[in-house]
C-alpha cells in the first residue's frame, strides 16, 4: 500500500512545484563526479583465504575480480584512519599504477612488480581501488565501506 503523503510528494516533485532541493542535487554531482569513464568494475568475490586471515579486530580481507585481474586488499583501521594494503594479479604491465579513492581523496601508488601497493592514513567510509594499465581501460573496485 502507498502511503498518501508519500504519493502525494512524489505528484508535486513531477510536477515541478517541489524543487529538488540543493543538498541533495549537489551530492549527485559529487557522487557523479567520482565515477572513471570507460571503468570496468570488479565485483566483490568469494575468498577462501586461511593465510593472513586474522580475528575480528585484525585486517579485513576482501577481494574484488574482472577483467582478468584479481584485486586483493587488506583493510586496517586503527586510531580513527584506514591503511590498506593490496596487490593486483596478475602483475600489470610496467607503468601501471591504481589510485585508492575515497570521496574527498585520491592516493595514487605505482605498483611494484609484484602487482603489490599500500595507502595509509585515509579517512573512514567509502572507498574503491582503481587500475590504470597502458593502452587498457581502467577497472575499479565497487565502493566498499570501511567503519572503524
Same mark, same amino acid.
Given at each position: 500500500? *502507498?502511503?498518501?503523503?508519500?504519493? @502525494?510528494? !512524489?505528484?508535486? @516533485? !513531477? #510536477?515541478?512545484?517541489?524543487? *529538488?532541493? $540543493?543538498?541533495? &542535487? %549537489?551530492?549527485?554531482?559529487?557522487?557523479?563526479?567520482?565515477?572513471?569513464?570507460? %571503468?570496468?568494475?570488479?565485483?566483490?568475490? /568469494?575468498?577462501? %583465504?586461511?593465510?593472513?586471515?586474522?580475528?575480528? /579486530?585484525? +585486517?579485513?580481507?576482501?577481494?574484488?575480480? !574482472?577483467?582478468?585481474?584479481?584485486?586483493?586488499?587488506?583493510?586496517?583501521? $586503527?586510531?580513527?584512519? *584506514?591503511?590498506?594494503?593490496g596487490q593486483v594479479c596478475p602483475a600489470p604491465a /610496467?607503468? #601501471?599504477?591504481?589510485?585508492?579513492r575515497t570521496p574527498h581523496l585520491t592516493l595514487t601508488?605505482? @605498483? !611494484?612488480? &609484484?602487482?603489490?601497493?599500500?595507502?595509509?592514513?585515509?579517512?573512514?567510509?567509502?572507498? #574503491?581501488?582503481?587500475?590504470?594499465?597502458?593502452?587498457?581501460? +581502467?577497472?575499479?573496485?565497487?565502493?566498499?565501506? *570501511?567503519?572503524?
Amino acid at each position: 500500500m *502507498i502511503n498518501d503523503e508519500y504519493f @502525494l510528494a !512524489a505528484l508535486r @516533485l !513531477a #510536477s515541478g512545484n517541489d524543487p *529538488i532541493p $540543493g543538498h541533495v &542535487s %549537489a551530492a549527485a554531482r559529487d557522487a557523479f563526479g567520482l565515477r572513471v569513464p570507460r %571503468a570496468v568494475t570488479a565485483v566483490p568475490a /568469494e575468498w577462501a %583465504a586461511t593465510r593472513g586471515v586474522r580475528g575480528a /579486530e585484525g +585486517p579485513h580481507m576482501v577481494r574484488f575480480v !574482472a577483467a582478468g585481474l584479481t584485486f586483493d586488499l587488506e583493510v586496517t583501521v $586503527g586510531d580513527g584512519l *584506514i591503511d590498506v594494503a593490496g596487490q593486483v594479479c596478475p602483475a600489470p604491465a /610496467e607503468g #601501471s599504477h591504481v589510485d585508492v579513492r575515497t570521496p574527498h581523496l585520491t592516493l595514487t601508488r605505482h @605498483l !611494484a612488480h &609484484s602487482g603489490q601497493f599500500a595507502a595509509t592514513g585515509l579517512p573512514p567510509g567509502w572507498l #574503491s581501488v582503481v587500475c590504470h594499465r597502458p593502452g587498457q581501460a +581502467p577497472v575499479q573496485t565497487r565502493w566498499v565501506r *570501511i567503519r572503524p
